[in-house]
């Protein structure tokens, strides 16, 4: 059974960049079979979808965050990270690290850890 | 920018039927995928590709899609059907979620 646990701190200042961790268990991330997605959700509202990672290293991400997104990959730990740089208070929420199959939908997700933004 | 439209809300009957909308262009094109989220829980996958149930999902749930419109559809509702349900297709590498719709079962 795979799974997938987010980490990271809990609390960041504004225009700073927020870093988490995706560790995936069960299973490798180096599978072909699979990609590596970030979501996130703000309090009361619903999912947006932050970007995808291949275990190539190859990257998709939502174009309204592009400019300040980076995914990167380590196969060696089994890890997935996001990076999201000049953070501000919309930037506030549940951040879900997922894996994504050949159909396209997301069939495994971490648990969400909450991402607040503020000074 | 593709866009996804479902109703803010549903509500059932216990033990009736309920189905939710997901509207985009073309959608009956894309292979569509539904989540159902319960408070302060990730969401799980409940169909994929349309009208296929993961393993472990219960045949209440079901779904269609065709033109304009996917559908899930959960046959006897039950009191811990009540969630939050998401629709999601690709469109140019870039997945794309419904806004959400809340199921209340009466």
């Known amino acids: 059974q795979v799974q997938l646990q987010e980490s990271g701190p809990g609390l960041v200042k504004p225009s700073q960049t927020l870093s988490l961790t995706c560790t995936v268990s069960?299973?490798?991330?180096?599978?072909?079979?699979?990609?590596w997605s970030w979501i996130r959700q703000p309090a009361g509202k619903g999912l947006e979808w932050i970007g995808r990672?291949?275990?190539?290293?190859?990257?998709n991400y939502n174009p309204s965050l592009k400019s300040r997104v980076t995914i990167s990959v380590d196969t060696s730990k089994n890890q997935f990270s996001l990076k999201l740089s000049s953070v501000t208070a919309t930037d506030t929420a549940v951040y879900y690290c997922?894996?994504?199959?050949?159909?396209?939908?997301?069939?495994?997700w971490g648990q969400g850890t909450l991402v607040t933004v503020s000074s | 920018s593709y866009e996804l439209t479902q109703p803010l809300s549903v509500s059932v009957a216990l033990g009736q039927t309920a189905r939710i909308t997901c509207g985009g262009h073309s959608i009956g094109s894309k292979n569509v995928h539904w989540y159902r989220q319960k408070p302060g829980q990730a969401p799980v996958l409940v169909i994929y590709?349309?009208?296929n149930r993961p393993s472990g999902i219960p045949e209440q749930f079901s779904g269609s899609n065709s033109g304009n419109t996917a559908t899930l559809t959960i046959s006897r509702a039950q009191a811990g059907d009540e969630a939050d349900y998401y629709c999601q297709v690709w469109d140019s590498s870039t997945a794309v979620f419904g806004g959400g719709t809340k199921l209340t079962v009466l």
């Open positions: 990672i291949y275990p190539s290293g190859s990257t």
């Open positions: 590709s349309g009208t």
């Open positions: 069960g299973g490798s991330i180096s599978s072909g079979y699979y990609y």
């Open positions: 997922a894996r994504g199959d050949t159909y396209g939908s997301i069939d495994y």
